[in-house]
Structure formats: C-alpha cells, structure tokens
T-cell receptor, first 114, second 116 residues
Framework: EDKVVQSPLSLVVHEGDTVTLNCSYE??????LLWYKQEKKAPTFLFML????IEKKSGRLSSILDKKELFSILNITATQTGDSAIYLC??????????????FGQGTILTVHP | EPEVTQTPSHQVTQMGQEVILRCVPI?????FYWYRQILGQKVEFLVS????????KSEIFDDQFSVERPDGSNFTLKIRSTKLEDSAMYFC??????????????FGSGTQLSVL
C-alpha cells in the first residue's frame, strides 16, 4: 500500500524561528512530490519536486527531494504568523490511470506565535 | 490567477438524500478530480476524470457516487443516497496536463457536506 508520512504532526514556534518539516514516502511508482499549504480550506500549491538534490525556493520557503532515501523536507526561515497553517505533502504516482492521483500525508500543523 | 470554484461552500442534508456538489475547473485544464477530507483525517482521493470518462476511482467511490461533466465547464459529484459517514469536506481539483509545469493540481476551496 502506498504510504506518505509526515513529521512532526504539529509544531509550535515563535516568529523568526526556522522550521523543517519532513515527508517520507513508500510508493510503487513515484512520479513527483508536491507540497501544499492549507489555511482555511483549499490546499494551495507550494512546490513540485521531481528530481533529487535540486532545491526549489520561493521567498522564505525551500524544499528538496531525496529519491534514494525517499523523503523530502520543507524549510521555512524567519517564520511569520501568516505561516501558521497545515502543510501537506503528497506524492504523485506515475503511469496510466493513476495520473494525478495524489497520496497525501497526514499533514503538519504549524503554529507561529508572535 | 485562474482558480477552481466550488459551490455550495456548505451543504447540510438528511441521511438518504441525494446531493450534487458542483465545481468549475480552470478553463483550459484537462484532468479533473474529487478528493475528500473527513475532519481530522488525511485528504483522500476519490476519482479522476479525463476525456469524459473516469480514469480511476478509489474504493470509497462506490455505486452511490457518480461524476459528470455535463457541459464544457462544470464538473459535478453526485452522492445518490447520503450516509452519515459521507460527512466531509469535498475538494474538486484540476490539472492542465502531462509534462513539466502543467503537472500540479489546483484545488477549489471545498464543499463542507454535513449529513444529519
């Protein structure tokens, strides 16, 4: 069974701290890994990772994938209260009818205090 | 930025009633999906739809569920006879197509379905 596990499940930090969120996966036919931020309702897209070792960066957020060790990390530097959200990791499977079928982790709840 | 829109945002229904959840995917997208999230649980895949037919469905997506793309813009999820355990947030998503930058799902803001 395909599995995506995120850690920690929740994290409380203060503004200005740096956080690292983890996502490990065991899937049959990996194509890519996606990170989403879920605030109120809709998950909003952050990063798509397909190749090992290439860091994706957007402002204070960055992410990297290790396809050998089957994990990804999402880093947020200089956290702000607006970063408080659930961060979701999802794996996209390759091939055929599974195209676009995401297997999600359980999410990491990040709370940033002022 | 184009977005996926879903209506209604909340739906309350009695057990056994039929509900239709509506979605307007991003206009030039080719792949459409329904996911759901039961409170406190993971987001789960329900069904994918491409070229006017279901590509894949999960074991959750039993005979009580159906999807339709009745015209060029709408994508609907129908639950024929709702059960208490169908209560969840239902997300519609769409994706442009295969290859590179098109391969990311955009989610709508969801329909919170409550079955009483």
């Amino acid at each position: 069974e395909d599995k995506v596990v995120q850690s920690p499940l929740s994290l409380v930090v203060h503004e200005g701290d740096t956080v690292t969120l983890n996502c490990s996966y065991e899937v049959t036919n990996f194509r890519s890994l996606l990170w989403y931020k879920q605030e109120k309702k809709a998950p909003t897209f952050l990063f798509m990772l397909t190749s090992s070792g290439i860091e994706k960066k957007s402002g204070r957020l960055s992410s990297i994938l290790d396809k050998k060790e089957l994990f990804s990390i999402l880093n947020i530097t200089a956290t702000q209260t607006g970063d408080s959200a659930i961060y979701l990791c999802a794996v996209v499977l390759a091939g055929g009818t599974s195209y676009g079928k995401l297997t999600f982790g359980q999410g990491t709840i990040l709370t940033v205090h002022p | 930025e184009p977005e996926v829109t879903q209506t209604p945002s909340h739906q309350v229904t009695q057990m056994g009633q039929e509900v239709i959840l509506r979605c307007v995917p991003i206009s030039n997208h080719l792949y459409f999906y329904w996911y759901r999230q039961i409170l406190g649980q993971k987001v789960e895949f329900l069904v994918s739809f491409y070229n006017n037919e279901i590509s894949e469905k999960s074991e959750i997506f039993d005979d009580q569920f159906s999807v339709e793309r009745p015209d060029g813009s709408n994508f609907t999820l129908k639950i024929r006879s709702t059960k208490l355990e169908d209560s969840a947030m239902y997300f519609c998503a769409s994706m442009g197509g295969r290859f590179s930058t098109n391969e990311k799902l955009f989610f709508g803001s969801g329909t919170q379905l409550s079955v009483l």
